[in-house]
């Protein structure tokens, strides 16, 4: 996301009386925390994941981590014949497309209130990351069925998901895909190549998530995927407050980010020194009912200026730049514990907007 500092002069104040709870109560289980900080794969996962990266030695593990990095750079798919590959997928890109997938699926799950999930399909299911962050947002769900070409990845996501169905299968050779009540197609729309969408839609019973890097191409996809379900009839759940056409225009793209714990072997690998990643990600979430939309959403990472917070949303009439100062104490608390990613409900506090 490119700011924008110049800020036009149009002012809107915005004064609601409503509460700014970041928790929601399903009526499924226990209230799930909406915006957290790092999200980490379950212990059970990550253990699992180290034997298989012990097994494969440092040296191996580095080079072929070295070769799928070069591969993601150029958007070129990723082919993981060999435990190597499979074990530096597992430790380097799993973390962070499972914390993308469960930052999404956690709104998601705010959006659809109390709508349960019984079912989840996965396609492109990888090692299984999404349906592992499915698992976690939606455990009321009975079946988890993933769809995966590769047999190596496959299997990885069977030692950790021994529940689940797996379709060993290429997705473009189904003919009609197994309807569920929630379809996710998670860093794979792009290496599948044939649009999909349709047929997604097609067997999604409640909502349909697509994910895909945080970047201009990665954007562009999820743009078209988007336009696509909306012309077919879906309603919008997140991250767009409105089924409008998209405001933002090159060179700025919508997309958001997972804050992620880097383990030891994977800080070594990168020769890191941060024990963090963001793992920035674009997204659409779409529902076969209407959802409650947010007023707004913060587009880019808040801004910590003297005395100033200053937040860039995206609201149904267009982009927003918020800015709560210090003098309107209510507007700066809510803003100071605003993120990147969650929906802006100026509540009980008075902010100043600007279209820019
Ligand atoms: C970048 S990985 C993402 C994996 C997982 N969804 C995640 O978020 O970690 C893309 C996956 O899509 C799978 N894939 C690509 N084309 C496919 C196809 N035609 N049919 C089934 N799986 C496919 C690949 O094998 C790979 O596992």
Do not use: N
Not at 15 to 44: A, K, M, N
Not at 175 to 197: F, G, N, Q, R, W
Not at 320 to 332: G, N
């Amino acid at each position: 996301m490119k700011w924008e500092t110049s800020l036009s002069r149009e002012c809107v104040r915005v004064l609601t009386s409503r509460s700014t709870s970041t928790r929601v109560d399903t009526g499924i289980r226990e209230e799930v925390p909406v915006h957290d900080g790092s999200v980490q794969l379950p212990d059970g996962v990550r253990r699992m994941i180290e034997e298989r990266a012990e097994a494969v030695g440092f040296a191996a593990l580095k080079h072929a981590a070295t070769a799928m990095s070069a591969a993601y750079r150029e958007s070129r798919a990723v082919h993981m014949p060999d435990p190597a590959r499979t074990a530096a997928y597992l430790v380097t890109r799993m973390p962070a497309t499972f914390a993308a997938a469960h930052a999404v699926l956690r709104e998601l799950r705010e959006r659809l209130g109390t709508r349960p999930i019984s079912s989840v399909l996965d396609i492109g299911a990888g090692a299984g990351a999404a349906s592992l962050a499915a698992r976690e947002c939606f455990p009321e769900a009975q079946t988890i069925t993933m769809v995966e070409r590769d047999p190596a990845l496959a299997a990885a996501a069977h030692q950790w998901l021994p529940e689940a169905a797996i379709m060993l299968e290429d997705v473009t050779r189904i003919k009609t895909l197994p309807p569920h009540d929630l379809v996710i197609a998670a860093y794979s729309l792009d290496e599948i190549a044939e649009p999909l969408a349709a047929r997604l839609w097609q067997a999604a019973r409640v909502a349909l998530v697509a994910i895909e890097p945080g970047t201009p191409r990665g954007y562009a996809l999820i743009l078209k995927v988007r336009e696509e379900l909306l012309e077919a009839g879906a309603s919008m759940a997140a991250p767009c407050p409105a089924a409008t056409p998209c405001p933002l225009a090159a060179p700025d793209w919508c997309h958001f980010a997972a804050r992620v714990e880097r383990s030891s072997i994977h800080r070594r690998i990168k020769d890191a020194e941060l024990g963090y990643e963001d793992e920035k990600f674009s997204y659409v979430a779409v529902a076969r009912e209407p959802v409650d939309l947010p007023a707004s959403r913060i587009i880019g990472r808040p801004r910590q200026r003297p005395g100033l917070i200053v937040l860039e949303t995206c609201a149904p009439g267009g982009v927003r730049t918020v800015r709560a100062p210090r003098s309107d104490r209510e507007a700066f608390r809510a803003a100071r514990k605003a993120t990147w990613g969650a929906a802006w409900t100026p509540r009980s506090v008075t902010v100043v907007c600007e279209p820019r």
